[in-house]
């Protein structure tokens, strides 16, 4: 029995091969996740209907479940229409989680197509697609070390 709050056969199966430097993609509803992804990723549709599963509940049980060094979200570009609001509401929610987790982590932002270029890492090995319809709502993280207790 598992005591952590991530529950999913194929999410731990996957998280168990994981190793530090290991990538894992949150993808939001929107995000290209067949077509943008590493060679060695394997992909989990948790996508049940629109908003349904959200990024931010994905990200609270993959905290809940393994260590993490670094937390990256998809930057906009300064072409995009959305550039000139600001962060997406949406990261606002992710360092909340974050904190939940006990973590001191701040949230990287990689610009777009950069961000497309490290999911494509043969580091990454997990793609979790959502049914988020958050915009900028991509989250990547990079797996940490587990140390002695």
Request: hydrophobic share 40%; aromatic share 6%.
């Given at each position: 029995?598992?005591?952590?709050?991530?529950?999913?056969?194929?999410?731990?199966?996957?998280?168990?091969?994981?190793?530090?430097?290991?990538?894992?993609?949150?993808?939001?509803?929107?995000?290209?996740?067949?077509?943008?992804?590493?060679?060695?990723?394997?992909?989990?549709?948790?996508?049940?209907?629109?908003?349904?599963?959200?990024?931010?509940?994905?990200?609270?049980?993959?905290?809940?479940?393994?260590?993490?060094?670094?937390?990256?979200?998809?930057?906009i570009p300064q072409d995009d229409p959305y550039a000139q609001s600001?962060?997406?509401?949406?990261?606002?929610?992710?360092?909340?989680?974050?904190?939940?987790?006990?973590?001191?982590?701040?949230?990287?932002?990689?610009?777009?197509?950069?961000?497309?270029?490290?999911?494509?890492?043969?580091?990454?090995?997990?793609?979790?697609?959502?049914?988020?319809?958050?915009?900028?709502?991509?989250?990547?993280?990079?797996?940490?070390?587990?140390?002695?207790?």
């Amino acid at each position: 029995m598992l005591k952590h709050q991530l529950i999913h056969p194929k999410i731990n199966e996957v998280l168990g091969r994981a190793g530090h430097h290991s990538v894992i993609l949150i993808a939001d509803g929107n995000y290209p996740a067949w077509t943008k992804r590493g060679p060695n990723a394997e992909l989990v549709s948790l996508n049940l209907s629109p908003g349904l599963v959200s990024v931010a509940q994905t990200l609270r049980a993959l905290l809940s479940a393994i260590p993490v060094d670094a937390i990256h979200t998809m930057g906009i570009p300064q072409d995009d229409p959305y550039a000139q609001s600001g962060e997406p509401p949406v990261w606002d929610q992710y360092r909340a989680v974050v904190a939940e987790a006990g973590m001191k982590l701040p949230l990287t932002p990689i610009q777009k197509w950069d961000f497309y270029k490290a999911v494509e890492s043969p580091d990454h090995i997990l793609t979790i697609q959502t049914g988020d319809q958050s915009l900028w709502a991509n989250v990547l993280l990079s797996v940490g070390c587990r140390t002695a207790e």
